[in-house]
């Protein structure tokens, strides 16, 4: 029988992404460093996890989470072996997390890619994310880098209070705008703003400019999050790797549902919240209906703008920064958060 890494894993679809690649020309070289070291955490004589990290290694994902933390530091210093050695964890932890997804939704495609719970199991799934986690902070404990270490442990800490209540949301139609930017702020807008203090952190010191470039963060990441509820309505399968409608056939009620569901009158409201809670809405057949439903009610409109709010928020935060070609790619990050298409 052969094994799950001998399987023709790369989509035919998946593109270089320019806009990305052009944010990232600052710190391209580190990044390519970065993709190097990250080689060496997976190193190990245990069978199993050769065969999952060659999976995973096989697929190097946007890297947006290291960008980040590179083009931040560099604003004030030469990228050096903590600047390396602190974005690889941010994508280990980041890939931890997205193994963990994928078995608690139960995907079987990330990106048109197979999943590692889809070609293993799920327990190796559950393992081979909490092995990431742990070789990650005893990367940083090892090396001494106490500071990052404390900045990634307080978003971990975050992120799994996110799962919760992603948990605790599911497939709930009352569940409101506020309590539902809870959710993104601490699962997913948390790491990107730990990448953005931890690059401040490392370039600046302690301080005004760490809070500021967290707060960066957690403007851009709730742009980004929202930008990516967008996608499970209007996004291109061919460029996405998943169906239209995935997120809400896990349960996950998201941005343009909710914001849809609060501007409907009550009685059509009521109608589509009834579809959700019987498992209706989720059938292929009723997707035109949930997408309608959506689309009349300007889920799409104002989520759409309120991801462009935070995107002009996080702005905002860069204003007082001196100018150089960090400060510029940073900025584009943000164009980036809100104008991809996958």
């Known amino acids: 029988m052969p094994s799950p890494t001998d399987r023709n894993t790369t989509p035919a679809f998946l593109a270089r992404d320019d806009a990305l690649r052009r944010l990232q020309a ?36 946007k890297k947006f989470r290291p960008t980040l933390l590179l083009l931040v530091a560099g604003m004030k210093k030469e990228p050096g072996p903590k600047e390396i050695r602190s974005a690889c964890v941010l ?68 992120m799994s209070i996110g799962e919760m209540l992603q948990i605790e949301q599911k497939s709930d139609p009352d569940v409101t705008e506020e309590a539902y930017d809870q959710l993104i702020q601490e699962k ?36 980004y999050q929202i930008t ?33 569901l609060r501007n409907a009158p009550a009685e059509e409201a009521a109608r589509m919240k009834a579809l959700v809670r019987s498992g209706e809405a989720l059938r292929p057949a009723l997707w035109s209906d949930v997408l309608g439903f959506v689309e009349k009610h300007r889920g799409l409109e104002e989520s759409r703008q309120r991801a462009l709010g935070f995107a002009e ?29 996958r």
């Not at 935060?317 to 943000?334: N, W």
Request: glycine share 8%; proline share 3%; hydrophobic share 40%.
């Open 26 to 61: 600052p710190v391209d070289a580190s990044l390519r460093e970065v993709q190097e070291r990250i080689g060496d955490f997976f190193t190990t004589p245990i069978v199993l996890i050769d065969e999952v990290s060659r999976h995973l290694l096989s697929t190097p994902g």
């Open 91 to 158: 994508e280990l932890i980041h890939t931890a997390t997205l193994i963990h997804d994928d078995s608690v939704d139960k995907s079987y495609l990330r990106r048109g890619i197979p999943t590692v719970n889809s070609l293993w199991d799920d327990q190796v799934s559950i393992i081979m994310g909490d092995y990431l986690y742990t070789k990650a902070f005893h990367s940083l404990l090892e090396d001494g880098y106490h500071d990052v270490a404390e900045i990634v442990a307080r978003c971990a800490f975050r």
């Open 188 to 223: 997913t807008a948390s790491l990107i703003s730990a990448s953005c203090e931890v690059g401040a952190l490392l370039g600046w010191g302690p301080g005004e400019n760490q809070r500021r470039m967290a707060a960066f963060g957690t403007d851009l990441g709730m742009a």
């Open 228 to 260: 990516d509820d967008l996608f499970d309505y209007v996004g291109d399968e061919r460029v996405m790797g998943k169906e239209a409608g995935s997120d809400l056939r896990e349960g996950k009620i998201t941005a343009p549902l909710i914001r849809a």
């Open 313 to 341: 928020r996080a702005r905002t935060r860069l204003l007082s920064c001196d100018d150089s070609p960090h400060l510029r790619c940073l900025l584009e990050a943000v164009d980036y958060a809100v104008q991809r298409d």
